[in-house]
């Protein structure tokens, strides 16, 4: 099976930004955190891929996105890829570590994205493919970024991760301009890619 997965450094910094942002203001203290999804890049491309929202890059960082990501498609579409970064995680623990969480759980369906982060210090890794079923504890703090739109499943894999979020918690959810909405009536829009569950 070919691995599924298209990150670099910085993607989604803006989004970590705001969700810890808000987090601080509504009060989150220890809160237990989820991301689903954080995919890897090849290690040795890792370093060549332009940092950064995709939205902030100048056009040669563009071509050179864009050469790479071809690159790293060519790779893994033949198993040669070796081993993986994954950036996601870091920036995760980073960006909130002013919450002190006390849980970060990594959730992919794919095992060597999990194995990819054995070294990074994480309190816990699950596997499990969000279009078959929740977590099976809710969250205080989910994140998923571009991987609803992704799967197999849309509609269940986001029902199930509406279902996955802890009463009063955050949801950071990026699905990179697709049509995916939220109208669940348990949720608040905060921002444009962030979420609170009321009840
Ligand atoms: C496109 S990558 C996104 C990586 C990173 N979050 C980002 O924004 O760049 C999709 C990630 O979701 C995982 N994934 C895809 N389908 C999934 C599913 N049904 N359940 C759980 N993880 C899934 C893939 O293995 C991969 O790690």
């Keep these: 099976m070919k691995l599924k997965s298209t990150t670099w450094k910085g993607r989604n910094r803006t989004r970590l ?29 890792s370093g060549l891929h332009p940092e950064g ?20 498609d060519i790779i893994r579409k033949f198993g040669l890829y070796g081993s993986l970064t994954v950036h996601e ?21 794919d095992p060597r994205l999990l194995r990819a982060i054995r070294d990074v210090g ?20 989910v994140i998923c970024y571009n991987v609803i739109q992704v799967t197999e499943d849309p509609n269940r894999a986001l029902e199930n991760l509406l279902d996955s979020v802890a009463d009063g918690g955050l949801l950071s959810l990026e699905t ?3 049509s995916i909405e939220v109208s669940d009536r348990r949720y608040k829009r905060l921002r444009p890619c962030l979420y609170r569950k009321i009840s």
């Design 17 to 45: 930004f705001e969700l810890r942002d808000a987090a601080l203001s509504l009060g989150f203290r220890h809160p237990t955190i989820a991301d689903i999804g954080a995919g890897g890049i090849t290690f040795f491309l």
């Design 122 to 141: 994480i309190t816990q890794r699950l596997r499990l493919d969000i279009c078959v079923s929740r977590l099976p504890e809710p969250k205080d703090i």
């Design 176 to 178: 990179n301009g697709s």
């Design 53 to 72: 929202p995709k939205e902030e890059m100048v056009r040669s960082q563009k071509v050179q996105r864009f050469l790479i990501r071809f690159a790293d």
């Design 89 to 109: 995680i870091r920036e995760i623990k980073e960006a909130l570590a002013c919450l002190s969480p006390s849980e970060i759980v990594v959730v992919d369906k």
